[in-house]
């Protein structure tokens, strides 16, 4: 980069306090303690009863923040429980029966047996169901459900990625014209929320988009929203924080092994993690259910592992470690105002099949796709954070070709945005933005496409990643296999390919790795020893050492313990749920008590929705605030 762009660049980052920040498949996450480091009412049941408004809910003064957690931090308050709902008219004949959905695991299945048993006291009957992660999204994306469980991964590292998930606006899955990426809450006009905490949320929302200069001013405004609207979550109760895991990544020796960094291993390209595999040609691991091979649809960690490894965007977290580093992009300058990026891509770069040299038209083709594509799930990336300048229709979609990102030579784009971003380029290295040939698909206005969207997304998808796509048969005990891209523009991995067995049971999972069927793993909670695992090195934040030796084989496993920036929570359908029942579920979890007994401490209790390392002010503030000093 040229010497006056790299000074702008640093000015941006000090301006906004981006280069203070540090971090720990991107986006969902299912993994809920069973981390195994693979790719990775009506009236009748009493909602209208009691002293609660029309909704179910109580009807406050006009909400103006809290002091401290409200729901008895550190305690299994089941009295408090008995008695919020009670006072909204429920008792032994007047229970309120809640479903409650989950990804597969035996460790989120013990913590909700005990949640249960604790509920029943306070008049809830719970229903406990399991799913594989893409029947979990794609239940809760409908609104059939009432109550469930999902992490989020970062995306980039600032509040704003995680508080997007409970901006109201932003969690309607069933709107006209809009495109959600938040958590499945509905959080509607006909939710069971008081009035003036959904006015106060989105005032929250409001701080953090309508400042997005580089002044002091401006970040000490989206500073201040965070508390704003971590304290509307607690008084809403819609979604209730849990904790915040560690990713734990097992090799075999014969593995020459990178452990990701802090953005998680559906950051990381397996030719960067994998440096060698001494006496084998293929490298062999486990994955969980996938839904799509199509960047912009994708919306689940196993899925971005695999568009990780199959597409290149344009800026990348090399090896899942927190700094941006260029991909596709050569080089980039940014305009004296802070709002022009201007792009000049590698030459050179060659997209998999017959399909040829990545170019700016393929990249200006693959940014409208995210944009305007009906198949995206990702369009708030550009409309939301970045908001590129654009016009739209009525019904608040992108007017196909209005997008500010133009070609302005065959390796050269630019990108305007509305106001200045600090994390620009941290969105870029999403996968949503990979490139792809232009025309691939007729899913946006100009282009009848070269092959059907069914055809791409599941059966060919063409990227210029690392690995090229072979085969995939969904579903519990399918497959997935890819192999090396021998032309790719980066260092290609040094073995032939990646063979992957799909399955949802994590004890499974574990028992192909110890059998010697996978080369890289992890131990699900309920097999977890602590006692097992020495640590013999630190290297920054993660630390490295070996787990064992197991009992099954007598097999001592290289081990590695990295921090993530992540949250998991359970999320209810508002308009389903009444907040009487979500208040009862919030003062019976104990999450010190199941982050210790349940997930082994393999983990740490969360009370907001933002992780510690990214709340402003750092984790003595995190603390400090939901403790009330």
Not at 198 to 222: C, V
Not at 265 to 290: Q, W
Not at 411 to 429: G, Q, R
Request: charge should be negative.
């Amino acid at each position: 980069m040229a010497e006056d762009s790299e000074f702008k660049r640093r000015r941006f980052l000090q301006a906004t306090g981006a280069a203070a920040l540090t971090a720990s498949v991107a986006g969902c996450s299912s993994d809920g303690g069973d981390a195994t480091a693979t790719d990775s009412g009506d009236g009748g049941d009493g909602s209208d009863g009691g002293d609660g408004g029309d909704d179910g809910t109580a009807t406050p003064e006009s909400f103006d923040g809290l002091d401290a957690y409200p729901y008895s931090a550190n305690e299994t308050d089941v009295q408090s429980a008995i008695e919020v709902m009670e006072e909204a008219g429920y008792g032994p004949d007047n229970t309120f029966e809640l479903d409650w959905l989950q990804y597969t695991s035996p460790t989120w299945l013990e913590m909700a047996n005990t949640i249960r048993s604790r509920l029943q006291q306070a008049h809830i009957e719970m229903n406990i169901s399991e799913a594989s992660f893409s029947e979990l999204l794609s239940t809760t994306e409908q609104g059939d459900h009432e109550a469930y469980t999902l992490g989020w991964i970062a995306d980039y590292p600032a509040p704003q990625n995680f508080l997007q998930l409970i901006n109201p606006q932003n969690t309607v899955y069933d709107a006209e014209g809009t495109t959600p990426n938040g958590a499945r809450l509905f959080w509607s006009e006909d939710a069971m929320v008081d009035s003036s905490v959904t006015q106060y949320m989105e005032d929250g929302y409001s701080m953090i988009t309508s400042n997005p200069g580089t002044s002091d001013e401006a970040q000490q405004a989206r500073d201040d929203a965070v508390p704003m609207m971590e304290e509307a979550l607690w008084e809403s109760a819609a979604l209730i924080p849990l904790y915040s895991s560690v990713t734990e990544s097992m090799w075999y020796d014969y593995v020459d092994f990178n452990p990701a960094g802090g953005m998680g291993p559906s950051r990381a390209k397996t030719n960067n993690s994998v440096n060698a595999i001494e006496g084998r040609d293929r490298l062999s691991g486990t994955s969980a259910t996938l839904s799509t091979l199509d960047p912009v649809a994708s919306g689940d960690t196993a899925s971005g592992a695999k568009i990780m490894n199959m597409f290149d965007a344009p800026l990348n977290y090399f090896n899942g470690e927190a700094q941006v580093s260029n991909l596709l992009v050569e080089d980039y300058e940014l305009s004296d105002d802070l709002t022009t990026y201007t792009f000049t891509l590698k030459e050179g770069v060659q997209f998999h099949e017959d399909y040829g040299e990545v170019t700016a038209a393929d990249m200006v083709y693959s940014l409208r796709r995210l944009a305007e594509s009906s198949n995206s799930s990702n369009s708030s990336f550009l409309t939301g954070d970045l908001n590129v300048v654009r016009e739209e229709n009525d019904n608040g979609e992108v007017v196909p070709e209005s997008m500010a990102i133009e070609q302005t030579g065959d390796y050269e784009f630019t990108m305007e945005l509305e106001e200045p971003f600090a994390f620009a380029l941290e969105i870029m290295a999403y996968s949503a933005f990979s490139a792809v040939p232009e025309g691939i698909v007729g899913d946006i206005e100009g282009y009848e496409g070269e092959m059907g969207y069914e055809e791409f997304s599941l059966n060919n998808p063409i990227g210029s990643g690392p690995f090229q796509f072979v085969e995939w048969n969904s579903g519990n005990g399918g497959n997935f296999t890819y192999d090396t891209f021998d032309d790719y523009h980066g260092e290609p991995a040094s073995f032939d390919g990646i063979d992957l067995q799909i399955l949802t049971d994590t004890n499974a999972i574990f028992n192909r790795f110890i059998n010697g069927n996978a080369d890289t793993g992890g131990v699900p909670t309920s097999q977890y020893d602590p006692d097992l695992v020495s640590i013999e090195e630190t290297q920054g934040a993660q630390e490295l050492g070996t787990y064992g030796p197991v009992e099954e084989n007598d097999v001592t496993y290289q081990y590695a313990r990295t921090p993530t920036i992540n949250t998991f929570y359970v999320g209810f359908n508002l308009e389903e749920v009444p907040q009487p029942v979500r208040e009862a579920m919030a003062y019976v979890i104990n999450r010190e008590q199941f982050v210790q007994e349940v997930f082994l401490s393999r983990g740490s209790p969360s009370y907001h929705l933002t992780p510690a390392p990214i709340y402003p002010g750092g984790g003595e503030t995190y603390r400090s605030h939901w403790q009330g000093n």
